[in-house]
């Protein structure tokens, strides 16, 4: 049990046997009586993302989550192929816990998994990850008042929008979080 003055984004609570992770938190005092925490929470299972407010020094459950860095190793028909880099142990993942992190997974790559009860529940990737470009339209710059962009296909296969200059072959910079491209390598 946690008081709710202690909720930080990442943290993980038992709502009515439900899991639900914090992903944006705020301590808000108001003119007339106690102070409340505004939270927005995301359900671990389903994403389903829903606003909920506590009042202050409330005691609320938490959910022990173990985080581990785990190697990716290759996807199969069962899911994608984790192992543990302290003890070597292999670990399948199902493909809708993965997520759109497939987008951005290498092999031997890091990613940290965060378990509940041996059950994996999520992965987090690094804020960014290095590329390469496999395919790419030639850039033509004409007339605009503005950087033009095009698509390009990286190795895992996903399409993103990188600026005219990039050309096949070329490793760039990627924001894992929404997929948007950062900088050439």
Same mark, same amino acid.
């Given at each position: 049990m946690i008081s709710t003055n202690d909720i930080h984004n990442g943290t993980v609570l038992n709502? &009515?046997?439900?899991?639900?992770?914090?992903?944006?938190?705020?301590?808000?005092? #108001?003119?007339?009586?106690n102070t409340v925490v505004r939270t927005k929470l995301k359900h671990v299972l389903t994403g389903k993302v829903v606003d909920r407010t506590f009042n202050s020094d409330v005691k609320i459950e938490d959910a022990q989550v &173990?985080?581990? %860095?785990? @190697?990716?190793?290759?996807? &199969?028909t069962d899911g994608y192929i984790f192992m543990d880099t302290t003890d070597y142990s292999q670990m399948t993942i #199902?493909?809708?816990?993965?997520? &759109? @992190?497939?987008?951005?997974?290498? %092999?031997?790559g890091t990613a940290s998994v965060a378990l509940h009860q041996d059950v994996p529940l999520f992965i987090e990737l690094p804020s960014s990850v290095e590329l390469e470009i496999t395919y790419t339209e030639p850039g033509l710059q004409g007339d605009r008042s503005s950087a033009g962009t095009k698509p390009a296909t990286v190795e895992t296969g996903y399409q993103i929008q990188v600026p005219l200059f990039i050309t096949t072959g070329e490793r760039v910079k990627v924001d894992t979080r929404d997929g948007s491209y950062i900088s050439r390598v």
């Open positions: 709502l &009515d046997g439900q899991l639900w992770t914090v992903i944006w938190f705020q301590h808000h005092k #108001p003119g007339k009586g &173990d985080r581990r %860095e785990m @190697a990716y190793l290759y996807h &199969d #199902p493909d809708d816990v993965v997520g &759109d @992190a497939k987008h951005f997974l290498l %092999e031997n």
